[in-house]
């Protein structure tokens, strides 16, 4: 059985077809407000250009209301099957947290396929349109986190609200010490980026109490981590692994 795993961002929208829990394929696309018609000629025109076999099954995490009822419709319709979504109900993960269904499926795709791959206590950070970290306790529960502007989100709320300030390229200058505007943005807001990793990385270690592993996933972390002293771990499929996980388990609960 072929699992279709779709994780909708605000900006981005990655699609993995997994089996037996194995990634097989996977692709990424921007996001737009699909109908469900509009999905399966996505996902129809990616399987057939890569030879990959359809799928029997999905389950997805969508963050952007307005694409659901085209995941759901493209579900039924076209794959014939009633699509798993990732919320606090389905995703099988124990929660010390006060509201639950604030949430973001992201988080919780996120939190679940950590400890598929490490052992308790553990921080995921994913570098997106946010930048989000999520803490598992000990006791492997979910317990928090915290939320700030992404990469690109901050330097675009830069390039908005500082007039003499024209949009750049964000790539890493040799030196933080920016020796014009566009180095000195560059250097401001990706090594700034480090920074706050690290320091965020620091504060949340100690609210459990020890050393936890560290998972970064998201478009920006191979830029990020590989320049923060926390030593993450830098896991590009966590979010669809998660989802894949949450499908799997669910559809074998249900009978």
């Not at 699509?83 to 109900?89: A, D, L, Q, Y």
């Not at 306790?137 to 992404?150: E, F, N, Q, T």
């Not at 923060?228 to 692994?241: D, G, I, K, N, Q």
């Given at each position: 059985?072929?699992?279709?795993?779709?994780?909708?961002?605000?900006?981005?929208?990655?699609?993995?077809?997994?089996?037996?829990?194995?990634?097989?394929?996977?692709?990424?696309?921007?996001?737009?407000?699909?109908?469900?018609?509009?999905?399966?000629?996505?996902?129809?025109?990616?399987?057939?250009?890569?030879?990959?076999?359809?799928?029997?099954?999905?389950?997805?995490?969508?963050?952007?209301?307005?694409?659901?009822?085209?995941l759901v419709g493209f579900s039924r319709r076209w794959i014939h099957t009633e699509p798993i979504e990732v919320n606090p109900g389905t995703a099988g993960m124990p929660l010390d947290y006060p509201n639950p269904l604030e949430l973001g499926p992201d988080r919780l795709a996120n939190a679940v396929g950590a400890l598929l791959m490490v052992?308790?206590?553990?921080?995921?950070?994913?570098?997106?349109?946010?930048?989000?970290?999520?803490?598992?306790?000990?006791?492997?529960?979910?317990?928090?986190?915290?939320?700030?502007?992404?990469?690109?989100?901050?330097?675009?709320?830069?390039?908005?609200?500082?007039?003499?300030?024209?949009?750049?390229?964000?790539?890493?200058?040799?030196?933080?010490?920016?020796?014009?505007?566009?180095?000195?943005?560059?250097?401001?807001?990706?090594?700034?980026?480090?920074?706050?990793?690290?320091?965020?990385?620091?504060?949340?270690?100690?609210?459990?109490?020890?050393?936890?592993?560290?998972?970064?996933?998201?478009?920006?972390?191979?830029?990020?981590?590989?320049?923060?002293?926390?030593?993450?771990?830098?896991?590009?499929?966590?979010?669809?692994?998660?989802?894949?996980?949450?499908?799997?388990?669910?559809?074998?609960?249900?009978?």
């Amino acid at each position: 059985m072929h699992q279709l795993a779709i994780d909708v961002g605000n900006t981005k929208t990655a699609l993995g077809l997994f089996e037996k829990g194995r990634l097989i394929f996977q692709w990424r696309v921007r996001t737009v407000h699909w109908t469900p018609d509009e999905l399966w000629v996505l996902v129809h025109s990616l399987f057939g250009a890569s030879g990959a076999p359809m799928p029997s099954v999905v389950a997805y995490a969508c963050v952007v209301p307005q694409v659901t009822h085209a995941l759901v419709g493209f579900s039924r319709r076209w794959i014939h099957t009633e699509p798993i979504e990732v919320n606090p109900g389905t995703a099988g993960m124990p929660l010390d947290y006060p509201n639950p269904l604030e949430l973001g499926p992201d988080r919780l795709a996120n939190a679940v396929g950590a400890l598929l791959m490490v052992e308790a206590p553990v921080i995921v950070a994913d570098f997106g349109t946010a930048t989000t970290f999520d803490v598992i306790d000990s006791r492997g529960m979910y317990v928090g986190g915290a939320i700030l502007p992404g990469v690109g989100t901050a330097a675009s709320e830069l390039f908005k609200k500082a007039e003499r300030i024209s949009p750049v390229d964000l790539e890493f200058p040799e030196s933080p010490l920016g020796r014009s505007t566009v180095a000195a943005v560059r250097s401001g807001v990706l090594f700034g980026a480090v920074g706050s990793a690290d320091r965020m990385t620091e504060l949340l270690s100690e609210t459990v109490g020890g050393h936890p592993s560290l998972l970064a996933t998201g478009g920006w972390a191979g830029a990020i981590c590989p320049r923060c002293r926390a030593p993450f771990r830098v896991c590009p499929e966590l979010t669809l692994s998660g989802i894949d996980a949450i499908g799997r388990k669910r559809r074998f609960d249900n009978g």
